[in-house]
């Protein structure tokens, strides 16, 4: 019976601080930094393709020689940021553009009427 050595899974703790370390810096950066918004948003970035290479090497095993002798799966990779990309990209285009059709519940439908003050009849008690 061959014995199996069974310890911590280094390239997992590795990992998962990895990543608890560039989560809580994208959170620093939105919420605590002077930066300008622009340079906020890059760095979220950055850290957000660091953070998908960690978890592709760290933890799906993309390097591995029991995932298919070190085949990349690159056909379903490919599918899934091309998924993502779409996901994103209507996100961001819905939040930006939005679908208003100036109906804010104001019974008319024009949103965007500049409504003239009438001034009150009194009867003059």
Avoid: C, Y
């Amino acid at each position: 019976m061959a014995s199996s050595k069974k310890g911590i899974p280094k390239n997992h703790v590795i990992g998962f601080i990895l990543s608890l370390v560039m989560t809580v810096a994208a959170a620093w950066a939105a919420i605590r930094s002077d930066l300008p918004v622009t340079w906020v948003i890059i760095g979220i970035m950055v850290l957000a393709l660091l953070q998908a290479g960690v978890q592709l090497f760290m933890f799906m095993h993309v390097i591995e020689a029991g995932s298919g002798g070190g085949h990349v799966p690159w056909n379903m990779m490919f599918h899934g940021f091309a998924l993502a990309a779409i996901l994103v990209a209507g996100s961001l285009f819905t939040m930006s553009f939005g679908f208003d059709h100036g109906d804010h519940g104001g019974g008319s439908g024009g949103g965007d009427e500049q409504f003239e003050e009438q001034p009150e009849e009194h009867a003059g008690h």
